[in-house]
């Protein structure tokens, strides 16, 4: 544990965004603990103790410091297929590690089916969010939009619930109480930043709320062609430039148009385009210019 927090505190000193600190988590935990818990059963106590240190990590900035915790630990572990965000979770990877030495023994006959089979049937579907971050995004913008989705992010009605006292008052528009389903995307301003976005990829229709968005992603955009992924980064980018203005005004009183927001969002895009091979990059900026189908 010493060797674990000693870690977390060299890194927690510098400022490292929230898709920083996911990749940091898994790195540190795997790499000081991946001894410990494939040769010995860990204690609960001592997996639980991990847990609020790695989440007060990820909330804030010490371990030893308690936070706003938006969203439960047990989410964060959860793998990318089902929908999250892929955190090594400690207690299952201990058990599974730890069988391997029964496999060993039975030459990975009757132990090993046994767990495969309890491991497979433990209950639910997932719903399939892989394609979401199989995507051009940034992992910054993944970050936001899952927590977003989860209805995670500090908003103001949330602050309320928590016994925080501000006035509820939508910063972007200045009409309407700030919710996750006002901002995503029933506020005039954000709204007017998606259908900007919709619009560029030949989509006419009005944005829907977040949830629905990334349903439809899912039902029609889940594929590997240039034109989907493009698109699905798109909306991840719009969500988290959304609410990085959200977070301006309120911090700075930074007000910016929607025009200036969405050409930020494409840049990102375009950025993540060029990043990939010629072939891919030229396919897709064709696609998008003459308004490709989705």
Known sequence: MDKLFNALNHWSSMLISHAGKILLLNSVILGTLIYWYSAFILPKTLVLKINSVCSNIYWGDKHDLRHIHWLNWA????????????????????????????????????????WARCYLL??????????????????????ICWTAYLKRLATIDLLQHRGFAFVNMCVLCCS???????????????????????????????????????????????????IH?????????????????????????DARDGKTILNQN???LMIGIKLKTIEFRHKT??????????
Not at 79 to 87: K, L, Q, T
Not at 285 to 294: A, D, P, R, Y
């Open 75 to 114: 989410r964060f572990t959860k793998p990318r297929d089902a929908g999250d965000v892929g955190i090594k979770e400690i207690l299952s990877r201990n058990k599974a590690l730890f069988l391997k030495w029964f496999w060993k023994l039975k030459e990975g006959t009757s132990c090993w089916s046994i």
């Open 122 to 143: 433990r209950g639910g579907d997932p719903w399939k969010l892989d394609c979401i971050w199989e995507s051009l995004a940034v992992p910054k913008d993944w970050v």
């Open 176 to 226: 309407d109480c700030e919710s996750h389903e006002h901002l995503f995307f029933a506020c005039p301003y954000a709204s007017s930043v998606s259908s900007s976005v919709l619009a560029w990829f030949g989509l006419t229709r009005r944005p829907w709320s977040l949830s629905r968005e990334l349903e439809w992603v899912i039902s029609h955009c889940k594929t590997r062609r240039s």
């Open 229 to 253: 992924r493009a698109f699905r980064a798109a909306l991840l980018g719009t969500v988290y430039h959304v609410w990085r203005e959200r977070n301006s005004r309120v911090r700075n009183g």
């Open 266 to 268: 494409l840049k990102s």
């Open 285 to 294: 900026l064709v696609l998008i210019e003459n308004k490709q189908n989705l």
